[in-house]
C-alpha cells in the first residue's frame, strides 16, 4: 500500500531560526496536504498541493511539492515559539484516502 | 459554527468492555473519517464513510465497528476484540471526493484510556 514518510521525527530549533520538514512517497501522488497539531490540540489543515513543481506561501511558510510529485517539504522561515507543534504531511492517488506521514514534532526555544 | 464534536473528551474503559464514541458534524460532509493517533505514529486510518448507510474499512479496523445512519453522525465502537484500545481518537469530515480540494477537518478528539 501506500507509504508517507517523513523526516526528520523531531526537530530543536532556537527561536529566529529556520525549519524543514521532508515528505516522501512510495507513489506518484494526486495532491497533498500539510496539517499542524499543537501540544494536546487536534490537526488543523494549512494547505493542499496539486500540481508537478507547485510552490505555495503562507506568510513565513514556504510549501513545495516535488516535479514527480513524489515528495514535499514544508520551510518555515524565522520559527516564532508559536510554530511549536507536530507537522503532518498526508497524500493521496486519485480519489483514495490521505495516508499520512508520521509527523515531525517542531520544539522552538527563545 | 460550523465543525465537528466529539464526545467524551476522556473515556475510561475496563477490559472487556464496548465502549462508543460519538462524532457530529454541521459541516454538512458527505465523507467522514476515524483515525486513532498513538504517540510517534502519525494517524491510522480505522473507518471511513463517504455516504449514508455506507463505509469502508481502513487500515487497523480490526476490533472497531462504526455505523453512518445519518449524514451529519459517525460514531465509533471500540470492542473488546480490540486488544490495545488505549489511544487518542480523532474524527474528520471533508467534501465527497470530486467535490472541491479541501482538507479534512477534525474533531478535538476523545482519549480513551483503559483501566
Known amino acids: 500500500g501506500q507509504q508517507v514518510m517523513q523526516i526528520p521525527q523531531y526537530q530543536h530549533v532556537q527561536e529566529g531560526e529556520d525549519f524543514t520538514t521532508y515528505c516522501n512517497s512510495s507513489?506518484?501522488?494526486?495532491?497533498i496536504q500539510w496539517y499542524k497539531q499543537r501540544p494536546g490540540g487536534h490537526p488543523v489543515f494549512l494547505i493542499q498541493?496539486?500540481?508537478?513543481?507547485e510552490v505555495k506561501k503562507q506568510k513565513r511558510l514556504t510549501f513545495q511539492f516535488g516535479e514527480a510529485k513524489k515528495n514535499s517539504s514544508l520551510h518555515i522561515t524565522a520559527t516564532q515559539t508559536t510554530d511549536v507543534g507536530t507537522y503532518f504531511c498526508?497524500?493521496?492517488?486519485?480519489?483514495?484516502?490521505?495516508?499520512f506521514g508520521k509527523g515531525t514534532m517542531l520544539l522552538v526555544s527563545p | 459554527d460550523g465543525g465537528i464534536t466529539q464526545s467524551p473528551k476522556y473515556l475510561f474503559r475496563k477490559e472487556g468492555q464496548n465502549v462508543t464514541l460519538s462524532c457530529e458534524q454541521n459541516?454538512?460532509?458527505?465523507?467522514m473519517y476515524w483515525y486513532r493517533q498513538d504517540p510517534g505514529q502519525g494517524l491510522r486510518l480505522i473507518y471511513y464513510s463517504q455516504i449514508v448507510n455506507d463505509f469502508q474499512k481502513g487500515d487497523i479496523a480490526e476490533g472497531y465497528s462504526v455505523s453512518r445512519e445519518k449524514k451529519e453522525s459517525f460514531p465509533l465502537t471500540v470492542t473488546s476484540a480490540q486488544k490495545n484500545p488505549t489511544a487518542f481518537y480523532l474524527c474528520a469530515s471533508r467534501l465527497a471526493p470530486g467535490q472541491g480540494s479541501y482538507g479534512y477537518t477534525f474533531g478535538s478528539g476523545t482519549r480513551l484510556t483503559v483501566v
Open positions: 459541516l454538512n460532509h458527505d465523507a
Open positions: 498541493l496539486v500540481k508537478s513543481g
Open positions: 507513489t506518484t501522488l494526486s495532491n
Open positions: 498526508a497524500g493521496s492517488s486519485g480519489y483514495s484516502t490521505l495516508t
